[in-house]
């Protein structure tokens, strides 16, 4: 499939936002679910070509957003995404992912490490479009107090009163007690941990610990970045 670049935007410290138009018409994905690009370089670094975004608009929204940090010390791919003009193409294929809700009444722990809110933007636009009463705490760390779709998320916690935001900035972390604030019964939400490969691993053995079985465990990986943020 080929996308084309039809806007950019600045998220909030050094994130930014790149919509683009389909070349297949209908194409759809659930919230929660990712995409693999391919973007051709001259000379690209040891990291290549290819790269996994989560498709962080939701499907209502009808075109694919990908949201993204652009470091000072940035790979190739990351330039050459950063360069790219509007009107500028971009091929991408797989669409994938079971980070997804299957249940929309049911009850949620989102805990989301810095970029690793993508999926969440999608799923809770989802939910709030499907006229679902939002049952969740998001749990969201981040480097600083820059967070990425604060303003979209408050906009619905705001129209869902169980729908609750806890912002942990470094060096504070998310712990278990934090995770057991969030639910106060372990056996009921259904929790999902999105964020830096390093950091989903560690969380996983945590809750893991704390007798939080694989079928109420959903965890999506974002490798490349560092963890602590
Ligand atoms: C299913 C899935 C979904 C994902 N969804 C998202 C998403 O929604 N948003 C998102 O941002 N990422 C997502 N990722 C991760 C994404 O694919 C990249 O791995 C990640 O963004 C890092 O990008 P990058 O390697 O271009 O590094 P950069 O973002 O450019 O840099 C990250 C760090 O690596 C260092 N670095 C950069 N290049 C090199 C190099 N050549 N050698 C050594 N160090 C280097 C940088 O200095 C920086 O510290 C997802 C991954 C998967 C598998």
Known sequence: MILTLIG???EAGDAASFIFRADQPGFTWRAGQ???YILSRENPDD???ERWFTVSSAPFEGQVMLTTRLVERRS????ALDALAIGATIDADGLEGDFVVDDPNAEFVFIAGGIGITPYRSILLDLDH???DINATLLYANRTKDFVFKEELEALA???KNFRIRYVVDPETIDEAAIREAAPDLARPIFYISGPEPMVESFEKMMRGMGIPDARLKRDYFPGYRWPL
């Open 76 to 79: 190739t791919f990351k330039a």
């Open 130 to 132: 499907g006229g679902a």
């Open 158 to 160: 705001v129209r869902h």
């Open 47 to 49: 990291r290549g070509i």
């Open 34 to 36: 990712f995409l693999h």
């Open 8 to 10: 950019r935007h600045s």
